[in-house]
């Protein structure tokens, strides 16, 4: 099979996007993988090139059919966009718009047929919308760039693997979110994203909303009234799901293997348990360090994949900062676009 290209896209040039691009591209496993195709601008990918000591050359593309993809080089779709010494570290509104004009123009790519897929390095929410972009989040950004409604946003560390029935909303909007329509939704996407991940029984629990599923009504009537019945009903349809399962347990039966995904409430109750696992505390630095960890966009007309981290200003332009969850994100990229269902 011929590896798929893979769109990577820039993020915030002021963050560690160019530099964990470098060194994950770098990684003998990418171009054993798939072809990857940068989008954003050379000069920045030189620049971080040379703080974290890459040997690779970055050539300046205007189309992705220019692209070659030898393996000692980075072919990036150059926007040209960062002013010679833009700094690192500082938000501001160029590099949000930025961050947007990259995934804008890798949208049209893949929906032109050029690459199979988009991984995206971060961004900063607060630069996005002091340039005039008003997502909450590349899911958002996403979903409206490709038309689509209803996306799910999926979190993948190892076997943590944890979808979400609401993400960026305040807590008290979250019970109205879980409507039967959006559940189900929620529960046929990452059944058929954990086929694609190579999981065959698509083993799937529902978290409870309220404390103890609810104690049969006496901390609310959702896990009752919304969630059972359309639990049930997906298990009458042949899916293997079970649930509500309180929160406060679910995680634990996750990590040990009782199930291939579990289906979140809400933005914390997902995020939470995958990033514990997902960072630790560097001896040699004493500072926060990424694992790995991928944030894959479920229900779009395209495929996403993403890094599971912010763009890290205070490190931003030190060259070292940690690029497992950018391979990791690139592999999660290659496995779906390998495994695309058939039309």
């Known amino acids: 099979m011929r590896r798929p290209i893979i769109a990577i896209t820039m993020g915030d040039p002021s963050g560690i996007g160019p530099e964990i691009i470098m060194k994950a591209l770098g990684n003998k496993l990418v171009p054993e993988i798939c072809r990857p195709l940068v989008i954003g601008d050379a000069e920045r990918l030189r620049g971080a090139g040379a703080l974290v000591g890459s040997s690779l ?11 070659r993809f030898n393996p000692e080089e980075v072919e990036c779709i150059d926007l040209r966009l960062v002013p010679p010494n833009h700094p690192f570290g500082t938000m501001s509104a160029l590099s949000g718009d930025v961050a947007y004009r990259c995934i804008e123009r890798a949208v049209k790519i893949v929906e032109s047929g050029h690459a199979s897929a988009i991984c995206t390095a971060p ?12 997502y909450p989040g590349h899911t958002e950004m996403l979903a409206e760039l490709t ?24 807590l008290e909007d979250v019970p109205k979110r879980l409507t039967p329509e959006r559940l189900r939704r929620v529960i046929d996407l990452t059944h058929d994203a954990l ?18 599923a609810g104690e049969g009504g006496l901390f609310g009537w959702q896990d009752i009234d919304v969630s059972m ?17 309180p929160g406060d ?4 039966k996750l990590r040990a293997g009782q199930y291939d995904a579990v289906v979140a409430m809400y933005h914390d ?3 939470i348990p995958v990033k514990l696992l997902g960072f630790e505390i560097d001896p040699a630095t004493g500072k926060w360090r990424d694992l790995s960890g991928v944030n894959i966009t479920l229900g779009l007309p395209i495929i996403r994949t993403s890094v599971d981290h912010g763009t890290a200003f205070d490190i931003a332009g030190k060259g070292i900062a940690n690029e497992h969850s950018l391979v990791e994100a690139i592999e999660y990229a290659e496995l779906l676009a390998s495994h695309q269902p058939k039309a």
């Open 269 to 271: 109750q997902g995020h």
């Open 57 to 67: 050359e970055v050539r300046s593309l205007a189309e992705p059919q220019e692209a």
């Open 229 to 245: 019945p359309t639990i049930a009903k997906a298990v009458e349809d042949g899916l293997d799901v079970v649930g509500p399962i």
């Open 147 to 170: 038309g689509a409604r209803g996306s799910v946003m999926l979190l993948a560390h190892g076997g943590m693997r944890v979808s979400h029935v609401s993400t960026h909303v305040a």
């Open 249 to 252: 347990t679910i995680f634990v």
């Open 123 to 134: 961004l900063s929410k607060e630069a996005l919308h002091a340039a005039g972009h008003k």
């Open 195 to 212: 086929i694609r991940l190579g999981a065959p029984r698509a083993r799937i629990a529902v978290a409870a909303l309220n404390p103890h």
